[in-house]
Nanobody, 120 residues
Framework: QVQLVESGGGSVQAGGSLRLSCAAS????????MGWYRQVPGKKRELVAY???????NYADSAKGRFTVSRDSAKTTVDLQMNSLKPEDTAVYYC??????????????WGQGAQVTVSL
């Protein structure tokens, strides 16, 4: 089992910045990819960005050039730096990790969600 605790988020005006952090605990040795998704009411949860164990970063088109995903060397914390925020970035942001266990295969874990609100 992996537990994920998110911090950060909040409210900001358009053009501002926020940083989300996610700390993993438990069976963290199984963690591979770490990343962030977001969801607005009535819509499907969508990928924002993720980082691989090798440090390769992948972003949704909406996040490119504005957001940066990073992780610590121990691969137990993943951050999302969000700059030049827009009202359409308003959503609940979820931390996500993939976990590989030899006997159990792939599993996916989610954080509790952090509200990000961007106003004009």
């Amino acid at each position: 089992q992996v537990q994920l605790v998110e911090s950060g988020g909040g409210s900001v005006q358009a053009g501002g910045s926020l940083r989300l952090s996610c700390a993993a605990s438990g069976d963290t040795d199984c963690i591979t990819n770490m990343g962030w998704y977001r969801q607005v009411p009535g819509k499907k949860r969508e990928l924002v960005a993720y980082i691989t164990p090798e440090g390769d970063r992948n972003y949704a088109d909406s996040a490119k050039g504005r957001f940066t995903v990073s992780r610590d060397s121990a691969k137990t914390t993943v951050d999302l730096q969000m700059n030049s925020l827009k009202p359409e970035d308003t959503a609940v942001y979820y931390c996500n990790v993939d976990c590989w266990m030899t006997l159990r295969g792939w599993r996916e874990y989610w954080g509790q969600g952090a509200q990000v609100t961007v106003s004009l």
